[in-house]
């Protein structure tokens, strides 16, 4: 048995977004077979695949790297070991705009003028919180010096 799945199941069609595609083979007993020779395919001849990790626990990985398509692809993993061989599918949705889970859709809010404050003035950091394309949270702190 075969089974393959992609996280995250959206990406940025820019050429440089991942995700990864892991592929699970059983025996007909449901037990994990690991030491396959497992092949990945996708319907989107743009998109790139790493090498292929057997983990040794019947579970098989590669990183897929978008094409510029904006699309749906279907990912395909092969057990090449059996014959007659054994696949499955997954899709993976290429999107112009922000990919993966919680990710804005690029929407701005409007702009609104603050009343003057009254507060000391603030040192001249500014932080910058953002989400990687797995909807990691990456923060950066960036310092610009006053000008003399």
Do not use: W
């Not at 790297?65 to 090449?80: F, P, R």
């Amino acid at each position: 048995m075969i089974g393959v799945i992609v996280t995250p199941s959206s990406i940025r069609a820019d050429g440089k977004s991942t995700s990864t595609g892991t592929c699970t083979v059983t025996n007909s007993s449901g037990k994990p077979k690991p030491g396959d020779t497992v092949t990945f395919t996708s319907s989107d001849s743009g998109e790139k695949f790493s090498a292929v990790t057997d983990h040794g626990d019947g579970t098989y990985s590669v990183i897929i790297t978008a094409s510029k398509a904006v699309e749906t692809a279907t990912i395909t993993c092969t057990d090449t070991t059996v014959d007659p061989h054994l696949s499955a599918t997954a899709s993976l949705t290429q999107t112009s705009g922000p990919s993966g889970r919680g990710a804005g859709a690029g929407v701005t809010a409007p702009a609104s003028r603050a009343a003057p404050s009254t507060r000391a003035p603030r040192d001249d950091t500014r932080r910058r919180h953002h989400r990687d394309p797995g909807s990691q949270l990456v923060s950066a702190q960036l310092t610009h010096e006053k000008p003399p």
